[in-house]
């Protein structure tokens, strides 16, 4: 789906994939020991999705990220590409 929709990146599931098995706030340095990417690619990619409402935000100074329904709808393939547009 990633190459049908311009802001997602291959690495997104993955991402979302790591948050939904850890099953609360994680912190993207904590994702970059669990995913193949860098602790700076999973924070520019959290901010991403936490931009399309893939994932909540915590108010840390270092922010914290939980996967909320749309991001969940997203990862069970139950959202259409014309449901992924570009929100920001």
């Excluded at 995913?35 to 922010?63: G, K, M, N, W």
Aim: net charge negative; charged share 35%.
């Amino acid at each position: 789906m990633h190459r049908q929709v311009a802001w997602l990146k291959p690495s997104d599931r993955p991402i979302l994939v790591e948050i939904r098995e850890y099953g609360g706030w994680v912190k993207p340095a904590t994702l970059g020991l669990n995913v193949p990417y860098t602790q700076r690619h999973v924070a520019t990619r959290c901010r991403r999705l936490a931009d399309h409402e893939f994932l909540e935000r915590h108010s840390e100074p270092i922010a914290g990220y939980r996967l909320t329904d749309r991001g969940r709808a997203f990862l069970d393939d139950e959202l259409a590409v014309e449901d992924l547009d570009d929100r920001t």
